[in-house]
């Protein structure tokens, strides 16, 4: 097999979880691509990161990603509620108010540039496949769509068990997304599915530029 193509990227996450569950996701399915994907060091990480501080924070390190020549930049935010509709017109506005906040570089680099807001939280991704997890049965398993009507609280009690220390959480997420079967998370979530879909799309371009 040939070298692995470099893919350097940049995520803003409001949660802890996510800067476990999404760079995990991103290795293993770049892999399936023969891409390795790398990390920067622009996050929000170390200021406790939060919706609001994405909000705030997206647009200037798009612009600092794109300036440093990064190949990919992910930002996401948590609905905090559920969609039920079919056309789910609610994640569809929180992806617009999130595009928006990333301002004019979002249209000048979209073909970069990667959004999620799970529905309602990243908890409500990784409970669908917290079960892969099971020595002996621990969590359950949910139908295709769900999950999105429990509470935060209540999926927090069963992923973490009380337990809302950074890195636990993070421990969690990365154990779930190491195990997790992402193309049936893609029909179980739909909010997963909608980044799941910019993502491989945005790999089946990547691999076929020129280097």
């Known amino acids: 097999m040939k070298n692995k193509k470099r893919l350097d990227y940049t995520l803003v996450a409001e949660g802890f979880a996510?800067?476990?569950?999404?760079?995990?996701?991103?290795?293993?399915?770049?892999?399936?691509?023969?891409?390795?994907?790398v990390p920067s060091k622009l996050?929000?990480?170390?200021?406790?990161?939060?919706?609001?501080?994405?909000?705030?924070?997206?647009?200037?390190?798009?612009?600092?990603?794109?300036?440093?020549?990064?190949?990919?930049f992910i930002a996401g935010?948590?609905?905090?509620?559920?969609?039920h509709e079919k056309t789910q017109p609610v994640h569809e506005l929180e992806?617009?108010?999130?595009?928006?906040?990333?301002?004019?570089?979002?249209?000048?680099?979209?073909?970069?540039?990667v959004i999620y807001v799970p529905v309602?939280?990243?908890?409500?991704?990784?409970?669908?496949q917290a079960h892969k997890l099971d020595t002996k049965?621990?969590?359950?398993?949910?139908a295709d769509n769900g999950v999105e009507s429990k509470s935060?609280?209540?999926?927090?009690?069963?992923?973490?068990?009380?337990?809302?220390?950074?890195?636990?959480?993070?421990?969690?997420?990365k154990a779930i997304a190491e195990k997790a079967d992402f193309a049936q998370l893609a029909k179980q979530s739909r909010s997963f599915g909608h980044f799941h879909k910019q993502v491989t799309e945005f790999l089946t371009t990547f691999i076929n530029q020129t280097i």
């Open 18 to 37: 996510e800067y476990a569950f999404i760079p995990t996701y991103l290795r293993i399915v770049a892999e399936q691509y023969n891409v390795q994907a």
């Open 43 to 72: 996050d929000l990480k170390k200021k406790q990161p939060s919706k609001s501080k994405v909000l705030q924070e997206a647009g200037k390190l798009c612009i600092a990603a794109m300036q440093a020549n990064h190949d990919l």
């Open 77 to 83: 935010i948590d609905l905090d509620k559920p969609d």
């Open 95 to 113: 992806c617009t108010i999130l595009s928006t906040a990333i301002g004019k570089t979002y249209k000048a680099h979209s073909n970069k540039i």
């Open 120 to 128: 309602q939280a990243i908890e409500h991704w990784l409970a669908y």
């Open 137 to 142: 049965p621990t969590f359950p398993t949910f």
């Open 152 to 173: 935060q609280d209540e999926l927090k009690q069963l992923l973490y068990k009380g337990n809302d220390n950074g890195d636990f959480m993070e421990r969690t997420a």
